[in-house]
């Protein structure tokens, strides 16, 4: 099993940053790739990135390259995504989620934090 927590969610004007955390506990975090999804009202949850288990490779949704990066610190159990130039339409719930290496499926994954992005 593998606990995921969200933070650093919150209301900024277009154009702020925000940067959100995602602290891990349970087993090994470094064992897992870590991806980042949002869901926004009425929407399907679709996938903003993900980080290998070295933090080495990224990959991105392609609205976002550019201004989102993410990066972990497997000393720190934790995954981050630093959030830059935000838009309106970056309002959304932000999950982290913990990829199973053999299915290659997230199963875990945190509650989710709220970021509102005001225009």
């Known amino acids: 099993q593998v606990q995921l927590v969200e933070s650093g969610g919150g209301l900024v004007q277009a154009g702020g940053s925000l940067r959100l955390s995602c602290a891990a506990s349970?087993?090994?975090?470094?064992?897992?790739?870590m991806g980042w999804f949002r869901q926004a009202p009425g929407k399907e949850r679709e996938s903003v990135g993900s980080?290998?288990?070295?933090?080495?490779?990224?990959y991105y949704l392609e609205s976002v390259k550019g201004r989102f990066t993410i990066s972990r610190d497997n000393a720190k159990n934790t995954v981050y995504l630093q959030m830059n130039s935000l838009k309106p339409e970056d309002t959304a719930v932000y999950y982290c989620a913990a990829r199973n290496t053999i299915t290659s499926v997230y199963s875990y994954w945190g509650p989710g934090t709220q970021v509102t992005v005001s225009s």
């Open positions: 980080i290998s288990r070295s933090g080495i490779t990224t």
């Open positions: 349970g087993r090994t975090f470094s064992g897992y790739a």
